[in-house]
């Protein structure tokens, strides 16, 4: 499973959108399997000393769809990494 599709369905996705069967089912397992293996390295990598642009911070901050905005304020970038 690789973001709740099946192997079945990534084979299937792909063959429809060829028009033709383009891998096999092994080689697709394998490819969800890397791209599992790539996602957790990702997730779990290290962001000491990564600097945040004002932008980037009003991205985090920004309240989304359905909840409840807060009055703004400037976070630093120390609050933003450590939050």
């Known amino acids: 499973m690789l973001r709740g599709l099946s ?6 996705a792909l063959a429809e959108t060829f ?4 891998v096999s089912k092994p080689t697709v397992s394998r490819i969800c ?12 990598r290290r962001l000491d000393g990564i600097t945040m642009t004002p932008r980037a911070v009003a991205e985090i901050e920004r309240p989304r769809r359905g909840q409840a905005s807060e009055p703004a ?3 630093t ?3 933003v990494i450590a939050a």
């Open 7 to 12: 192997v079945g369905d990534v084979e299937a």
């Open 19 to 22: 028009d033709e069967p383009m």
């Open 33 to 44: 399997e890397q791209a599992r293996e790539r996602y957790r390295a990702w997730c779990d």
């Open 73 to 75: 304020r400037s976070s």
């Open 77 to 79: 970038t120390e609050e």
